[in-house]
């Protein structure tokens, strides 16, 4: 290996292995960031064989810092976090607060200090995202009001974790200066108030404008790298001009971007890279990992896991119940946040490097996550026993909408301005949809009792299953990707071999490869596409 080259041979490595890992960790039904994890302990200094380089990873993982923040801004939800604000709120604040005091006991009966105790609790009271939202899509409950409370629970501790990176090194400043802690958290608090009302006043014109602009020009290139100017520029600029975490400049500029009708195209523009950096990020999180921690602290380890998936678990259940919430929703909430991911590794992290927290510790965080990751679908199986024998029905699955069921329904994939148009006239002709859109917050999604809305990739069997392909009459594919487009006609038409496909397509080319794969008609343009794609079939 030449190491005139630690860079590609890092990002060489970390891709392939993580590629390799997560492919395997797929094909066994699991999430693949335990994958990513796996392809960082390979390459890591406690296995043999190659090393890749330490500091090296390290920014890398920054950037995928900076863009997964930046996605969770720009994926954040006011609405949704209100319309569960009564349990949501209180529920994952006391939710936190006695997972770091079950934390900080262990570190405690450990031997640690209190702030290393504060970190480590912190760090095991907060849920993976990607985890949570991939039990609820499998168990077909995203979209009930169990799987909104979920979300919004998550919602506010990623918030109170965006606020625990800030202070923590504030934390660590004032660790052993005495009285000068509280003159340190006034600066830092003071310097996150002055961020916070420069984005709200000056950025919250200034980038939906620019952004809007450089959309004018009709550049996808251009805009592709507007949006990552925006998120590494202003975390950068958060960094250097106001001291504060580049985490909580990323997540401003998704937040703020978020309000802007271009933020459903800034995520999809910018999806490639950030879970290309994501991936580095988690496999530099694998890298840091130890796996003797697993012979050399078994009991603390032991704890550690415990805390997780039985500490939590009873007090969101307790939680939820005290807000006289069924059975059913509290058992839900108690097995989604039965694990730990993406905001306990940045925190872990953040904690070992500002030295609150001890290596051990970090490395049971890490085992600790791997473990429960892979415990939390045997958690959901347990959990719907446990309801079984307390008499409800079904804890977790969720019965369908009657909105749908029968045959000859229409499929619409995409709710932009083609599939809207789309999804308004067949509903003005009395046709039953399910509608397929990625983003849960799209512009054109409809809102009408003929109408059922799927949150998800069209791509994906359980989506298609969902949206009852095989039954359907016609299906409409309204996205403008044609790759996409094709993996989305090809699919369906397997599964229902006399559904009529319609399709938006880009130029002549598209049109006959789109046929190629199974679609029967296909229509280039844009403002009379929604129209001659109803109608072809409408009238015929």
């Not at 510790?361 to 307390?390: E, M, Y």
């Not at 969720?398 to 148009?421: F, I, M, Q, Y």
């Not at 794609?533 to 015929?540: E, Q, Y």
Request: charge should be neutral; glycine fraction near 10%; hydrophobic fraction near 60%.
């Amino acid at each position: 290996m030449n190491h005139a080259t630690p860079l590609i041979a890092t990002i060489v490595a970390g891709l392939t292995l993580a590629f390799l890992f997560g492919a395997l960790a797929h094909r066994l039904r699991l999430p693949p960031l335990v994958g990513y994890l796996m392809a960082g302990v390979a390459v890591g200094p406690f296995t043999p064989g190659y090393v890749a380089h330490q500091g090296i990873a390290n920014e890398l993982a920054e950037i995928g810092v900076i863009l997964l923040m930046f996605g969770v801004g720009l994926h954040f939800s006011v609405r949704d976090l209100m319309a569960v604000r009564r349990i949501a709120i209180p529920g994952a604040m006391v939710q936190i607060a006695a997972a770091t005091a079950m934390g900080a006991a262990l570190a405690y009966a450990m031997g640690w200090g209190l702030p290393a105790g504060v970190v480590f609790g912190l760090a095991l009271s907060v849920a993976s995202t990607v985890v949570l939202l991939r039990a609820l899509e499998e168990r077909k409950i995203l979209e009930t009001d169990r799987g909104r409370i979920a979300v919004g629970w998550l919602i506010v501790e990623d918030l109170v974790m965006v606020l625990a990176l800030v202070l923590l090194p504030a934390l660590a400043h004032g660790v052993g200066s005495g009285g000068a802690i509280g003159t340190i958290l006034a600066l830092t608090v003071g310097k996150v108030a002055g961020f916070v009302a420069l984005m709200l006043v000056v950025g919250r014109r200034l980038i939906p404008w620019a952004l809007h602009a450089i959309a004018h020009t009709g550049s996808r290139e251009l805009f592709r790298l507007a949006v990552l100017a925006i998120a590494l520029g202003v975390a950068f600029g958060a960094a250097m001009l106001f001291g504060v975490s580049f985490a909580l400049g990323a997540f401003f500029a998704g937040m703020i971007l978020a309000e802007s009708p271009l933020s459903q195209r800034a995520a999809q523009e910018t999806l490639p890279l950030r879970d290309a950096f994501a991936v580095l990020f988690f496999v530099s999180v694998g890298m840091l990992f130890n796996p003797n921690v697993v012979i050399e602290a078994p009991l603390a380890l032991a704890g550690t896991v415990a805390i997780i998936i039985l500490g939590k678990s009873i007090a969101a259940w307790l939680i939820v119940r005290a807000f006289r919430h069924s059975t059913a929703t509290a058992l839900t909430i108690a097995a989604s946040l039965a694990q730990i991911g993406e905001f306990s590794f940045i925190l872990a992290t953040l904690g070992f490097q500002l030295k609150l927290l001890p290596a051990i510790g970090r490395d049971l965080i890490l085992a600790g996550a791997i473990i429960s990751i892979l415990l939390n679908p045997v958690l959901f199986t347990w959990i719907t026993r446990i309801g079984h024998s307390l008499g409800v029905s079904d804890p977790i699955a969720e019965p369908e909408e009657e909105v749908n069921e029968g045959k000859g329904h229409v499929v619409v994939v995409g709710a932009g301005r083609v599939g809207g148009e789309i999804a308004i006239r067949l509903l003005e002709a009395g046709e039953r949809l399910s509608v397929v859109e990625l983003e849960a917050d799209a512009a054109g999604l409809p809102d009408h009792a003929n109408a059922r809305v799927l949150t998800g990739n069209a791509c994906s069997a359980d989506i298609m299953e969902r949206a009852a392909i095989g039954d359907a009459r016609t299906l409409y594919v309204a996205i403008a990707e044609g790759f996409e487009a094709g993996q989305i006609v090809q699919k369906a038409r397997q599964a229902n071999p006399a559904l009529r496909i319609v399709v938006r397509a880009k130029d002549a080319a598209e049109v006959e490869h789109l046929r190629k794969l199974g679609a029967d008609e296909a229509f280039v343009a844009e403002r009379e596409i929604a129209v001659a794609m109803v109608r072809s079939v409408v009238k015929s």
